[in-house]
């Protein structure tokens, strides 16, 4: 079982930077990967960066190269998503999650509110 907790989130400008961390808790494998998603208001859930624990396993969705960056602290067992000049489309709540390595995400966070006006 691994917990999640997500913290971070809150209200911005345009233009504003904010640090999201997730923090994970309990049996965490050295092949397990962790990924960011966001769901914005009427719509559906989607990825926005994942890292994996054994490193060489970071990738970007286009919406989030360039101004998100993603990182990991292996002995801290925590996940930061860097996000740097945020745009009104970038509102969402914003879920970590994790699982193994070529699976499924099985374990989700309860997710952190990022809004961004313009």
């Known amino acids: 079982q691994v917990q999640l907790v997500e913290s971070g989130g809150g209200a911005v400008q345009a233009g504003d930077s904010l640090k999201l961390r997730c923090a994970a808790f309990g049996q965490i494998s050295s092949t397990l990967v962790l990924g960011w998603f966001r769901q914005a208001p009427g719509k559906e859930r989607e990825p926005v960066a994942r890292?994996?624990?054994?490193?060489?396993?970071?990738y970007y969705e286009p919406s989030a190269k360039g101004r998100f960056v993603i990182s990991i602290d292996n002995a801290k067992n925590t996940v930061d998503l860097q996000m740097n000049d945020l745009k009104p489309e970038d509102t969402a709540v914003y879920y970590c999650?994790?699982?193994?390595?070529?699976?499924?995400?099985?374990?989700w966070g309860q997710g952190t509110q990022v809004s961004v006006f313009s």
């Open positions: 890292v994996g624990r054994r490193g060489g396993d970071t």
């Open positions: 999650a994790a699982g193994e390595f070529g699976g499924s995400y099985t374990y």
